[in-house]
């Protein structure tokens, strides 16, 4: 077996070469877990680059050094510190840039995650060509971003709906909930589940058989695929609900329109519960002495606002409250050029 020594990247990756295949390791210093900003998608960037200029290098594997942590989404801090709508569309549209960098990478990519995937987490997962996850009860996959009052930024609400179909997608995107590892594969969000110890070594092997063509990943979950079997296999696709549902929401421009309109509508819902709470949660504070609140209504009102909302996605762990243009798609500069369901660029 071929290990070129790992040689520690400025900043967070870490970068090794076995068997034909970069293994590329994210580990932010100083850190419980990984979370994105614009420079850790410049990093990023920075070490995708020398994979593509690497000749030996024949596919990527992207995983995680954190103990049970993938990525857990945006840095919020960060969040914070946006003022101006201007500066939130300019954050989404360099995170969206930056995924679809890798989307588009003229090596396979596969992704091999244990523990959270949230948020832009998961937007960078979906990025990938191929998703791993492991079987263990740490790990969970999601885009809670509507629990801060937000929709995803980076590419979720396109890339999501085409890989699961959009009824799944939007109760993913609408309500903020996770799903286990088992759930995700069923879903179609993972292309595999396999235990922890074994995660790594099973990432590599796929990402060399993407990459010599002995792996070819066919994903449709579209409501013509049920005639592929035949008239038996159409007859039998038509007894199913759901897709019929997708049917009305994904060819049906009536259809779509009333879906979105309903979707802003809870989005922009939600967003005012935050603001709400994060409002209340400031009055308290602010209360003098004479009608100041206990301590343990202080408490509980930080476990409703921002603070502990924050805390809950740093964990990895959402709350449970139920809440473009197309790209042309892969070319043939690898041999699995077979892959369905990928993304778009940029978001709709």
Known sequence: MAVKLEAKEPGSFSYRVENGVAVITFDQRGEAVNTLSPEIVEEFDSVLNRALKDAEVQAVVFTSGKKDNFIAGAKIDFLQTLKRAEEAEGLSRQAQQGFDRLDAFAKPVVAAIHGSCLGGGLEWALACDYRIATDAAQTSLGQPEVQLGLIPGGGGTQRLPRLIGTPAALDLILTGKTVRPSKARKLGLVDEVVPKPILLAVAIQRARELASGKRQVERSHRFHSVGKHGLTGFLQGLTKKDLWSELALEDNPLGRRVLFEQARKQVLKKGRSVLRDDRAEEGKRNVGSDGAAS?????????????GRRDRLRRGRADERPGSNQ???????????????RAVQGEG
């Open 327 to 341: 790209g042309a798609g892969r070319s043939e500069r690898w041999p699995c050029s077979q892959v369905r369901g």
């Open 295 to 307: 301590s343990g209504e202080e408490d509980w009102n930080s476990r409703r606002g921002l603070d």
